[in-house]
């Protein structure tokens, strides 16, 4: 059979399993939710294996250019907030320029990385110049997201584990109590509920703004359950709530104009107007908010380490992190 279903340890899996050119594939399709998409996924398969068939007759290994648009249809596309994915189709443009579209995903390995981070730097990675290292560091992390889901597409590749060591990567900020009671202090009560959520779940500015009430279950004990779906690495996690939280959810629920599921759980009242919007950016208010209370050098994602130290300095395992 051209598609099946396969129970596996992470749950039931589609998988394809044709012949082209005398040689058998056989291989898990990731990122398909139901029969329809895996087949459809499957005969877009083929035909990309039947394309790779060269003057000899023999299936040539899935290429870069394969890989990537196999990536962004199957992977990237359902995951990810349009403007995220625009952000991700500049890595992968460069990372064509640099390994060229025909190369072998295979042929991609720790050397080659290694030498590709050597020309970000030197402004010879295809860019337009020189990038830093840590702007390198997300372009390196773009490649091997395309690699590892090419290994998974069943491309028979490794992928590479090169990771250089960033120096900038060393500045970790996090809120005291004090200079937290000071920021609340300073700000408006939307932004007050945003600092709280952040610090009780250590969630991504992306995860919050993207959160709907669909995504929060209060019901689930022992005391509810929050699920971040736009997440940097794509898979969705489930938080369980801390008292706090889950306090600042049943307020903000109880108070919400509209709690169908599709609706943001965080949203902003249009000035004059009976009208609620799903809540955009606030650089300005966080920035008026910080000289307010006099708090210097702290980034909202700092928020995250907030959580994070507060957790360490407490001793709690890393599995029990997400009940405090």
Known sequence: MAVYKREGKKGVAFVCDFIVAGQRV??????????????????????EAEARINASGNLVKMSLE????RYVAERLMPRSKPAAVANYLIYLGMIRDYFGPSRPV?????????????????????????????TAKRYL??????????????????????????????????????????????????????????????????????????????QQQPRGIVRLYFTKGG???????????????????????DTRPDTPVF????????????????????AAALKAAGIADLHFHDLRHTFASRLVQRAVPLLQVPYL
Do not use: Y
Request: aromatic share 6%; proline share 6%; charged share 25%.
């Open 235 to 257: 898979e969705p996690r489930g938080i369980p709530m801390s008292k706090r939280l889950r306090a600042l959810l049943e307020r903000l629920k109880e108070g919400a104009p």
């Open 66 to 69: 394969v890989a990537m648009e």
């Open 26 to 47: 056989n291989q898990t399709i990731p990122g398909v939710r139901n029969l329809r998409e895996a087949k459809a996924a499957e005969a877009r398969m083929r035909a």
């Open 106 to 134: 295979s042929a991609i390995n720790n050397a080659a990385c290694a030498e590709w981070w050597g020309a970000l730097l030197a402004g010879r990675g295809g860019g337009k110049g020189p990038v830093k290292a840590n």
């Open 267 to 286: 949203q902003w009242q249009v000035r004059g107007a009976e009208i609620w919007a799903p809540m955009g950016d606030f650089k300005k208010s966080w």
């Open 141 to 218: 992390g773009q490649l091997k997201a395309v690699l590892a889901f090419a290994a998974e597409a069943g491309a028979g590749n490794t992928v590479p584990t090169f990771s250089p060591t960033v120096a900038d990567d060393a500045r970790v900020r996090w809120l005291t109590t004090e200079e937290e009671d000071a920021l609340l202090a300073a700000s408006p009560p939307w932004l007050q509920d945003m600092i709280v959520f952040v610090i009780e779940t250590g969630a991504r500015k992306g995860e919050m703004t993207g959160l709907r009430w669909r995504d929060v279950d209060l």
